[in-house]
């Protein structure tokens, strides 16, 4: 898709995500709150480096002498022959440079908080843009990595990396002339190390930057099988897999302690590198020793000077981890990279009104997957409030229809319509509000029954939901549950039955009003009696907004044929093909595959075996 298009497409109205921000593109918004994080970071190392200075001039009261960098003291306009404006001063730089410490890490933590939270709700918002077919390819735990810990990773980069890099910067360009200014020799001999430190910092980047791609791929699939352990407890249970599941988890577990490791060890390689500033100190002690004895400096400012060797120290040692975190958040962006990458392939058409019922296939060809074909050359029409009924045998195609009405496929133009509008030419608003979808896998949320129901119109009235609760039959059920319809119904409903959950799902989607209703097999955990129930009363139609009674355009897959007995047409699929159509009795008549399987569903029930 070119760029000029990626920019005017629209999912429910929403945009997917045009860009891919670098780390200047995320930070670029919060300037302002940069730069004052950085003024007061600047004021607290001015404070700090002003304590060697203020340590050297004690050390001068105390011997008598000058130290070579003048007095910060008679700087400040305070007595020179005495301790205490000496103590007086350190003290006051100690409780001022804590408190702009504080301020500046306000300021420039609360920046990568800032980063993370809308980079979080992009990548979110983007999400919600994409297709079912790439949630098909996308594994759930992989996908919350992403959206946590990768986005902490940025988090850091944009706090401690970017706080401690900065603070870096500035002492090194404070302190580094002044040292070099107190005797070049020693400085240069104190300093000798430095270098060696740069350049294993740069080697190590590089390798910190792979592993740690490793070590967030290895947490996303560790996440995926927590994820579908805890979501599948009761299937786990059910078939006693615990043992193989805890072997499965602790090969993931495994995997993710060994990049981990390699992560780690390439972390400490710097380590040793970094400590080698603790030799300049010593050197600078040992060539300040003689430079004292040689008379070209005095005690003072060789303990001034070892001083501010000693703050340089904690941002050589800091060196490896800022890269470490500097290199984990890259690696998080580019996996946040790849989500936004990713592009819808169902979007917004330009028809934005309401739906009237009217459904027609026309020659319907749709590939499931590439080379898979799930429907061939389908052409049926259905008016509005009549019922089509879908029969056939497993994998004929029969969801592959209900699937391509909705939306949850690509659709070649020109084969499917809604009111004779080509369907990729409705916006997906109007489309999915007036085309209710009721699957077979009912997902519930962790709520209570009645936000479950009006999950889809939250201002629907008491009146309205105690309504479908009888459309769908479930006011036995809503009875027996201990708060009715404040129930909590638990993660995916799992307090409910299968058939509970089914009925649920219907009503909620009833009670959305849609013109065209969609049953996928959604009653199959209910009883013949009430799934045919359910049909008929969703035939003889349900109040809509305007108090009138309307009834749906109604498509019903079922794998029993009760179901789609009274429907206006039934048509049988056989490979994605029309192998039958007609009336229930015509396709008796026939004596083909229809009436095959009507008989044994027949025999079925006369053995009391439910089909």
Not at 104 to 118: A, C, I, K, Y
Not at 237 to 250: G, P, V
Not at 287 to 312: F, I, T
Not at 494 to 512: F, H, K, N
Request: one cysteine or more.
């Amino acid at each position: 898709m070119a760029q000029g298009e990626a920019s005017t497409i629209t999912v429910m109205g929403a945009r997917p995500a045009t860009r891919l921000p670098s780390i200047a593109a995320l930070f670029r918004p919060h300037l302002g709150q940069l730069a004052l994080g950085t003024v007061w970071l600047l004021v607290t190392n001015a404070l700090l480096l002003a304590v060697p200075r203020l340590v050297n001039d004690g050390i001068a009261v105390v011997e008598g002498t000058t130290g070579r960098g003048g007095s910060l003291v008679a700087l400040l306009g305070l007595p020179t022959d005495r301790l205490w404006p000496v103590v007086a001063a350190i003290g006051a730089c100690a409780l001022l440079g804590a408190a702009t410490r504080v301020a500046s890490r306000v300021e420039l933590f609360n920046v990568g908080r800032d980063v993370e939270r809308e980079l979080r709700a992009e990548a979110f918002a983007h999400l919600a843009t994409l297709s079912p077919s790439w949630y098909r390819e996308h594994n759930v735990g992989d996908l919350m990595s992403r959206l946590t810990s990768d986005m902490t990773n940025i988090r850091l980069l944009g706090g401690f990396a970017l706080l401690n890099a900065l603070n870096t910067a500035i002492v090194f360009a404070a302190t580094l002339p002044i040292v070099l200014a107190l005797d070049l020799r020693v400085a240069a001999l104190a300093l000798a190390p430095f270098p060696v430190v740069i350049l294993g910092a740069q080697l190590t980047a590089r390798m910190v930057f792979k592993r740690t791609r490793a070590v967030q791929s290895a947490l996303g699939a560790l996440t995926t099988r927590v994820q579908e352990n805890l979501a599948g407890q009761a299937v786990v249970r059910a078939f006693s897999r615990e043992a193989a599941e805890e072997a499965s988890f602790d090969v993931a577990n495994q995997e993710l302690r060994r990049h981990a490791r390699r992560l780690a060890l390439a972390r400490l390689a710097f380590a040793p590198v970094g400590g080698l500033g603790a030799l300049g100190i010593a050197l600078a002690l040992y060539a300040g020793g003689a430079a004292v004895l040689e008379g070209r400096l005095d005690v003072g400012d060789v303990v001034e000077l070892s001083a501010r060797l000693v703050q340089l120290g904690w941002p050589m040692m800091a060196l490896g981890l800022i890269i470490s975190v500097i290199q984990r958040g890259r690696a998080s962006l580019s996996r946040i990279h790849e989500l936004l990458r990713a592009r819808p392939d169902i979007v917004d058409g330009a028809l934005d009104r309401p739906v009237e019922g009217v459904v027609e296939a026309r020659g319907l060809t749709v590939e499931v997957a590439p080379g898979k074909v799930g429907l061939a050359g389908l052409t049926v029409k259905v008016e509005r409030g009549r019922v089509l009924g879908v029969v056939g045998k497993n994998g004929s195609g029969k969801s592959t229809l209900l699937r391509a009405l909705a939306r949850q496929l690509p659709c070649p133009r020109g084969q499917l319509l809604l009111d004779d509008v080509d369907v990729n030419d409705w916006h997906l608003r109007a489309l999915h509000a007036g085309v209710g979808v009721v699957p077979e896998d009912a997902f519930l949320f962790s709520d209570t029954l009645r936000d479950n129901l009006a999950f889809a119109r939250h201002d629907a009235t008491s009146a309205e939901i105690e309504a479908v609760v009888d459309l769908c039959d479930l006011r036995r059920d809503v009875t027996a549950l201990p708060e009715g319809l404040s129930t909590l119904v638990g993660e995916r409903g799992v307090t409910l039955s299968g058939g509970q959950r089914q009925r649920v799902a219907l009503a909620r989607a009833i009670l959305s009003r849609p013109a065209v209703l969609l049953l996928d097999d959604c009653l199959s955990a209910v009883d013949s009696e009430t799934e045919t129930n359910i049909v008929a009363a969703l035939r003889r139609g349900f109040v809509t907004a305007g108090g009138a009674t309307r009834a749906p355009t109604l498509l019903v897959v079922s794998h029993r044929l009760s179901a789609v007995r009274e429907a206006d047409e039934i048509v049988v699929l056989d490979a994605g093909r029309v192998v039958e159509r007609g009336t229930h009795g015509q396709l008796l008549a026939l004596g083909g595959q229809y009436a095959l399987l009507w008989g044994r569903e027949q025999r079925r029930r006369a053995l009391g075996a439910e089909p």
